[in-house]
């Protein structure tokens, strides 16, 4: 059936490194892996809902409410009426919240960098794709625009 370990057994082990660097890492930043998570997610784009962090961040809508209460009262995230729907709330990092995640970047990126030595730049790339298309196989219908990614497709 399977020849040596199974590939999801492989990607879970991966999983697990990862998150115990990344809980080591944000430890001394005052943040848990979901918390940054969720940040970044801000980041790359502001004005996200709660219930579309929450998704973005692997947990359930009434878990990411209580995250962004904490961060919101740390003052890393503001919370605003949408303009589509007064009673939708769009998230976005404050200045101090950016700064937060500005000291975890070199961090985060010296994990990737020990994570990724002993592969080249085709190699890289071809894993991130490679993983884009697995987690798309496994989450709904592949996309068009998925099935011949260009590089910078993140």
């Known amino acids: 059936m399977v020849s040596g370990e199974r590939t999801a057994y492989l990607v879970k082990r991966l999983e697990l490194a990862v998150r115990g ?3 080591s890492a944000m430890r001394p930043h005052g943040l848990t892996v979901v918390q940054y998570t969720a940040l970044t997610a801000l980041r790359r784009q502001p004005g996200q809902s709660s219930a579309q962090l929450a998704r973005r961040s692997f947990v359930s809508a009434q878990t990411m409410q ?7 009262r740390q003052g890393l995230v503001t919370r605003t009426p949408s303009d589509g729907n007064r009673r939708v709330l769009s998230l976005r990092l404050t200045e101090f919240g950016m700064a937060k995640l500005i000291d975890t970047d070199h961090e985060v990126d010296e994990i990737e960098r020990q994570m990724l030595a002993d592969l080249d730049e085709d190699q890289v790339e071809a894993l991130r794709q490679a993983l884009r298309l697995c987690t798309q196989r496994l ?10 990614a260009p590089p910078e497709f993140a």
């Open 21 to 23: 660097r990344l809980d």
């Open 139 to 148: 989450t709904g219908p592949l996309p068009t625009r998925l099935r011949a």
């Open 66 to 72: 209580e995250l962004m209460t904490k961060l919101e």
